[in-house]
């Protein structure tokens, strides 16, 4: 061993926290050991393999493992390797370059809830890999190095979960990730509450979805999707949701034409005043419920010219709890609209809104729309059809500043 690095020609070096003199160990998952042939724990070789130890003292001991090569040269087994093993706290990966490129890490360290570091940077090939909870509910995991350039790691179809709950990683880089073929990006840094930066400059996203992409990540404070443009981006539900202390986005090119799903989107980004989404083409997006509620320091959205909601069933919330918003001319047609629940409840600060664009020849829905408006003083929806068994139930409640309400098209036999 020279300066802590594997020994030759062994491919994983593993650190295990022993608690207790006597203490037997999961060394690794029998799941995940069906290509291991060598392994030696502190400087002792095992000709045959275990996957549990009884250690005679207490304190950090150390673990290598190599893996057969077969003569068809296919691929050893990672994939659960290490999952839910609770002494595992570093792992520190050798040359891949007499392996196959194409390797399973999924769930390699599933729940390894005492893992600190992570370190890959000596891989020295391009790689094909599935990511998908690799690193998920490694809530003390610390650091992770993937700095193997010029080579790439190329992900095959997922990334999801990969980093969920990582309460307290801060950083992370993963500008040589090619992402190009990956199809779901489902909660790849969720709950990650101690996430202050992140690299995926590099990041060209083609299709697939990536719902709650970054949900509860409450420390970040700005966030780059510049480089995604993905023409073939199907469900962006929650991407952002509860990022509270996030003041700037760049979504700058992120094309969204195929997107069906943007519900909760910017959910209780309240540190945001500015959002600008003119890039956003909206043709067949369906529900756009509670988008921007609890943006409670937003102050303007820049809209662009394709936000177009003629899809739209629900936008429910959509403004509920922007203290901040002062006007709202709410630029798409929007004539499939069944809920209008609570749009603007809770816009204190609201004087003016133009819905001349609403169309609402299928609401139903009209409770709490007005909620505690404080500053509205007029209200125009003349040209609203509201139909037959509506519900407006406490539709201007608390708006104290209303003067008056210009109503037209009203059926009889309104349900409140």
């Not at 990956?182 to 060209?204: A, D, E, G, P, Q």
């Not at 510049?226 to 760049?250: A, R």
Request: charged fraction near 15%; include cysteine; glycine fraction near 2%.
């Amino acid at each position: 061993m020279v300066d802590g690095k594997c020994k030759p020609d062994f491919l994983i070096k593993a650190i295990y926290k022993v608690k207790a003199e006597g203490d037997t160990i999961q060394l690794f998952n029998s799941f995940g050991a069906t290509s291991i042939n060598q392994m030696i724990i502190d400087d002792k070789k095992f000709t045959t393999i275990k996957n549990e130890y009884q250690f005679q003292e207490a304190g950090n001991h150390t673990l290598y493992l190599k893996f057969e090569k077969t003569e068809d040269n296919s691929k050893p087994s990672y994939e659960s390797l290490f999952m839910d093993n609770k002494n595992i706290i570093s792992a520190y990966f050798s040359d891949f370059n007499e392996y196959n490129s194409n390797i399973d890490f999924s769930n390699l360290f599933l729940r390894c809830t005492n893992l600190i570091s992570v370190d890959m940077s000596k891989l020295s090939r391009d790689l094909k890999r599935e990511l998908t909870n690799m690193f998920n509910g490694c809530i003390n995991l610390q650091y992770v190095n993937f700095d193997f350039k010029p080579y790439t790691i190329k992900v095959i179809s997922s990334v999801g979960f990969m980093f969920h709950n990582c309460k307290s990683l801060t950083s992370i880089d993963l500008s040589n990730f090619d992402v190009s073929s990956v199809t779901s990006f489902y909660n790849m840094f969720s709950s990650c509450t101690s996430l202050r930066t992140i690299n995926i400059s590099n990041f060209k996203l083609s299709s697939g979805i990536i719902d709650n992409m970054f949900s509860n990540c409450y420390s970040l404070t700005y966030i780059d999707l510049s480089s995604f443009q993905p023409f073939k981006l199907t469900s962006m539900k929650s991407v952002f949701y509860n990022c509270f202390s996030l003041t700037s986005i760049n979504l700058y090119r992120l094309y969204t034409s195929k997107v069906t799903n943007m519900e909760f989107l910017f959910f209780n980004c309240s540190s945001l005043k500015y959002i600008d989404i003119s890039s956003f083409n909206t043709e067949n997006v369906e529900n756009i419920e509670s988008m921007f509620e609890y943006c409670t320091n937003l102050t303007s959205i820049n809209f662009g010219n394709n936000f177009n909601t003629q899809k739209v069933t629900s936008i429910g919330a959509l403004f509920s709890h922007c203290h901040s918003l002062e006007s709202m001319q709410y630029p798409i047609i929007a004539k499939k609209i069944n809920n209008l629940t609570s749009v603007f409840s809770d816009c204190y600060s609201l004087t003016s809104v133009n819905l001349q664009n609403f169309n609402t020849t299928n609401t139903l829905h009209f409770n709490y729309m007005f909620n505690n408006c404080y500053s509205l003083k007029t209200i125009d929806i003349s040209h609203f059809n509201i139909v037959y068994n509506s519900y407006l139930n406490n539709m201007f409640s608390g708006c104290y500043s209303l003067t008056s309400v210009y109503f037209a098209n009203i059926t009889a036999d309104i349900r409140t």
